[in-house]
């Protein structure tokens, strides 16, 4: 019995240190304040995430007229502002469709190796505070990649630093050990540090929501939910009097 306790706790103790990031160590590592029901971070977040992310980035297993009708967006600004996608006669894709790019897979071989992936599901798999600090790492590396960046978070990242002038761009700061410990500006972006920081955390935001669309029902559904069982307790706790007072 003690040697399959000790086999039990060993492998626990496994399942738990490889669902934590390695990064998460890291001083710099920090969470983001994602909160699903602040529909003004969420539409900031789906502006951000079209003009920043699916140049590259497809979302195809959502629709843009559940953005639209979840978000509280009118159809024509969606149409209008979000969708840039034709089809082979040049008509734009309609809000119905799926969130596609036109990137093919052969363009996206050529320029980053492989097709960069799909987000639609990211938040739910990387996790929100991954992206977070993925979004907030890249730091000044002529010898890493071509484009001279680096991320500290995916070490010899193929993406480029997309959102670089928003944040501007910085170095990494490192201990003794060489570990990255912080980051230096050194060179101001358009957005100032809390600025930009809002910025990634509504990025995450709207890729939380992406991942779990229903949460936003789902969270609406639970207030009432949760009314209702404290008035059924309430009743229950009457009843219950009611029952025993002669008892009692």
């Not at 990064?23 to 502006?47: F, I, T």
């Amino acid at each position: 019995m003690k040697m399959r306790a000790r086999i039990l706790g060993a492998a626990l103790v496994s399942l738990l240190a490889a669902a934590v990031p390695a990064q998460a160590s890291g001083e710099y590592w920090s969470e983001p304040n994602v909160r699903v029901d602040d529909r003004a971070s969420l539409q900031r977040g789906a502006k951000l995430f079209v003009n920043y992310c699916m140049g590259c980035h497809s979302a195809q297993y959502h629709r843009w007229s559940h953005v639209a009708n979840d978000l509280g967006i009118p159809d024509d600004v969606v149409q209008e502002n979000f969708i840039w996608l034709t089809d082979e006669l040049g008509q734009k894709f309609q809000v119905g469709e799926l969130m596609e790019i036109s990137m093919s897979e052969e363009y996206g071989d050529t320029v980053f190796g492989g097709m960069p992936p799909d987000l639609t599901l990211t938040a739910r798999h990387r996790q929100e505070d991954w992206i977070y600090n993925f979004l907030h790492s890249f730091y000044l590396d002529k010898d890493a990649t071509a484009t001279g960046m680096n991320n500290a978070v995916l070490e010899g990242a193929s993406m480029p630093h997309v959102m670089w002038d928003l944040q501007g761009l910085q170095k990494a700061v490192r201990d003794d050990d060489g570990q990255i410990v912080d980051f230096e500006l050194v060179q101001e972006g358009s957005m100032s540090p809390r600025e930009f920081d809002r910025a990634v955390n509504d990025i995450v935001t709207f890729m939380s929501y992406l991942g779990e669309p229903a949460q936003l029902e789902r969270r609406h559904i639970g207030i009432w939910v949760m009314l209702f069982l404290f008035v059924f307790l309430l009743l229950a706790y009457l009843l219950k009097r009611e029952y025993w007072k002669d008892v009692h």
